[in-house]
């Protein structure tokens, strides 16, 4: 029986403004060869004849760099795989350095493996069908010209699905964005744009081609172009003040403006412990020569960080453009009773207990519709729905809610300060809130195209219940591992009649972990046509240890 694979929820600037480089796509990249990449990179007559094969590459290598790629291996010989392989590899190349310790000079091998995307049958409603089989894609550098340029600037990676018809020439058409990774940067829009690019062979019913709807998965990730800025200091901690939108927008140099041009800068300045920013100086700005480097500094004294006795620089970036940032984080600064960090001592030097709550918790919880004030808290807020219905479950919720802090100023230069943010608030002294994902937008199918639908997780597991269920000895170990699970989906979207089909290392129990998280997953079927198949789900588990 066919399985389908389930998704687990995933920087040279001493000058001053006005002189620095233009430079975007500075993230901290990493040599991890993605299946986007290399399935763009997947010889043409071999995906044609539907030949799958492998090749070894090996680079000189010292620290995280790598450099004079050669190639060991391929199979099958001839194919094309090698060329592919090393042409992939040499993306990342970098050149040797000048003085390497010769002890620590290495030869590398990469072993760089090209797989078809499976294509079984399925049956639903007792007739057989064939899904769309992707033959091209955008290129990386597709990719790369469509990320959106805020987080383009800063390396933030994200991603969007689409909903797209395949017809029957294996074109896509009637393309929508479902669901992003990222909400409010542009990710969605910029999938739509390559959606073009895509070829597929055309779906089948019952052996006849038939236009079907599909997803789609576009992402956007650093490659060998995102490198961190030349004298980039260290990422700041929180800041307990930032520019609002209001003072962002008259900061905006006016003639960008008024071309309509969105621009970025990148700051580092040395924080006083205090917070207070001194010595800012412009790392790079994009678009250059059009004043958002100094318009970013007239902002630096707007901007307060978190009090810290370390020295050193930060940087950070700012955004001129008429977007406003989404809160993408909440923490606690002060937690629910009997979790305070800095408990008030008693004479003994001990930790005095919190006061017990006046009113006995009832267990619950919330989802609330809040704004983004100045300093991060959560004001204006509409309860949508609480779990259970019960005016203390509120009432508790919205006494938890004066402990909770959202992110002010977004990885990607924008403030928040004013957005609207839903998020679940718990009752009861330890669980932390949690932002609401995003619901996905079911596609609109036209009549006579065959409505495809996906096995899709509608809930999954946190980092705080992987770690709950980690193997007791691989804790005590510090091993991490891995399991897959195959399982059936129920009537309500439990998963039902799991099985492990494998786990390494063995005899550490990771397989019978991840028995015991399947129990908190919901997932939709896959279906064809409102028919579900009934086939079912492959989930991959990866144990990080706990900290």
Excluded at 135 to 163: C, H, I, K, Q
Excluded at 241 to 250: E, F, M, S, W
Excluded at 308 to 325: E, H, M, W
């Amino acid at each position: 029986m066919m399985k389908r694979f389930g998704v687990l929820a995933a920087v040279v600037a001493a000058c001053l403004a006005g002189r620095a480089a233009a430079q975007e796509g500075t993230g901290q990249p990493e040599f991890r060869l993605r299946s986007q990449e290399i399935q763009a990179a997947y010889p043409p007559e071999a995906r044609a004849n539907g030949v799958e094969g492998e090749a070894v590459v090996a680079c000189q290598t010292y620290g995280a760099g790598f450099w004079s790629c050669g190639l060991i291996s391929e199979s099958p010989a001839g194919a094309g795989f090698g060329p592919a392989a090393l042409a992939l590899v040499k993306r990342y190349e970098v050149g040797g350095p000048k003085n390497p310790d010769a002890n620590l000079v290495r030869s590398e091998p990469f072993r760089i493996q090209f797989q078809l995307p499976e294509n079984n049958p399925i049956r639903a409603g007792g007739v057989e069908y064939r899904l769309p089989a992707r033959v091209a894609a955008p290129s990386p550098d597709a990719l790369y010209a469509a990320w959106p340029r805020a987080a383009r600037f800063t390396g933030v990676e994200g991603w969007a699905s689409l909903w797209c018809t395949v017809t029957v020439e294996g074109r896509t058409t009637a393309c929508a964005v479902g669901q992003e990774g990222r909400v409010g940067l542009g990710f969605g829009e910029a999938a739509l744009k390559l959606a073009p690019l895509y070829r597929f062979t055309p779906g089948r019913k019952a052996g006849a081609p038939a236009a079907m709807s599909i997803p789609i998965m576009v992402s956007f990730a650093c490659d060998v172009r995102c490198r961190p800025f030349e004298g980039e200091g260290a990422t700041p901690g929180e800041w307990t003040a930032v520019p609002t939108p209001a003072q962002v927008q008259a900061a905006y140099p006016a003639s960008a403006k008024a071309k309509g041009l969105a621009g970025f800068a990148r700051l580092a300045c040395a924080p006083t412990p205090a917070g207070v920013l001194r010595d800012c100086r412009v790392l790079a700005q994009a678009p250059a020569d059009e004043g958002f480097g100094a318009a970013a500094l007239a902002l630096a004294d707007r901007f307060k960080a978190e009090a810290s006795p370390y020295p050193g620089r930060i940087s950070f970036s700012v955004a001129f453009d008429q977007s406003l940032g989404v809160a993408d984080r909440v923490w606690l600064t002060n937690p629910f009773p009997g979790r305070t960090p800095a408990a008030p001592l008693g004479k003994a030097g001990k930790a005095k207990a919190p006061p017990a709550p006046s009113t006995p918790p009832v267990a619950g919880r919330s989802r609330l519709r809040c704004q983004v004030a100045q300093g991060g808290e959560l004001e204006a807020c509409t309860v949508l729905e609480s779990l259970p219905s019960d005016p203390e479950v509120e009432r508790q919720v919205l006494e938890n809610l004066k402990g909770i802090r959202t992110r002010t100023w977004t990885q990607e230069g924008h403030s928040t300060v004013g957005s609207t943010v839903e998020l679940n608030v718990a009752t009861g002294p330890y669980t932390p809130p949690w932002l609401v994902a995003a619901a996905p937008v079911p596609p609109v199918v036209a009549p006579g195209v065959i409505d495809y639908r996906p096995n899709t997780p509608l809930r999954t597991p946190n980092g705080e219940d992987m770690a709950r269920y980690y193997p007791d000895r691989a804790q005590r170990m510090e091993v991490g591992g891995t399991a897959r699970m195959s399982c059936a989906i129920g009537a309500r979207g439990a998963l039902e009649s799991c099985q492990v089909l494998s786990e390494s290392p063995p005899e550490y129990g990771f397989g019978d972990a991840a028995l015991k998280v399947s129990r908190l997953f919901r997932y939709s079927p896959e279906s064809i046509d409102g028919t579900t198949t009934g086939e079912p789900v492959v989930i991959p588990f990866s144990f990080a240890v706990p900290r």
